[in-house]
């Protein structure tokens, strides 16, 4: 499965991008960068498109999680991201906001660039374990570290794994899908190249090669 992480800042070029990908991608991931200069209500505009990921790496008290995964749920998403180092009762006021919405959650283990081994690798198996013990439905993990995959689909062998860090950041889609990865999240190789739709084309076809090739079940836009 592929998904496009559309972190530009621009209302109408995001659209663009959307409408352009679409049907390469099975689900597109927001972050801040958009929702702040477009607007919250770009999440209701994009669902049309392609089912939304918000991915605001929610990181708070009980309460304000829950507020923020609620509001998000409301504009249309169809899954969070949540921090898993806060801890047990963030996870649980997060997943039962999701679960009044029919939504996902999934969970970050530990970011894809050099930091998240500063602090978080150290407790990626536990917030993996913790993750499915709440209930969620799966885990962010590094494509640039193929052997933090196969730990976390390890400790949490029932929780998908998505993984950013393919493109830009150097992750390889055959290491990732070895490793265990359920799918692939690409950024500025696609958004930012000269044509997006060829670059999104590109990355489905290989992913649908790869699976082949390593014997798993291929992955189809939905």
Known sequence: ??????????????????KDTAEFVSAIKVNYPLVLTAGVDVISELSEIRPVIADFKIA???YTSGLIAKIAFEKGVR????????????????????????GEVYVVTELSSTGGKEFMSEHALEIAKLAESVGCDGL?????RPDRIRAVKSAAPSLKVLCPGVGAQGGSVEDVLKAGADAIIVGRAIYNSPDPKESARRYFEELRSVREKIGRKDGKAN
């Open 1 to 18: 499965m592929l998904i496009l992480a559309l972190d530009v800042v621009d209302h109408e070029r995001a659209l663009k991008v959307a």
């Open 60 to 62: 708070d008290i009980p």
């Open 79 to 102: 899954a969070v991201i949540a921090h898993g180092f806060v801890g047990r009762d963030t996870l649980e006021e997060v997943r039962r906001v999701a679960s009044d919405y029919d």
């Open 140 to 144: 962010i993990a590094p494509a640039t």
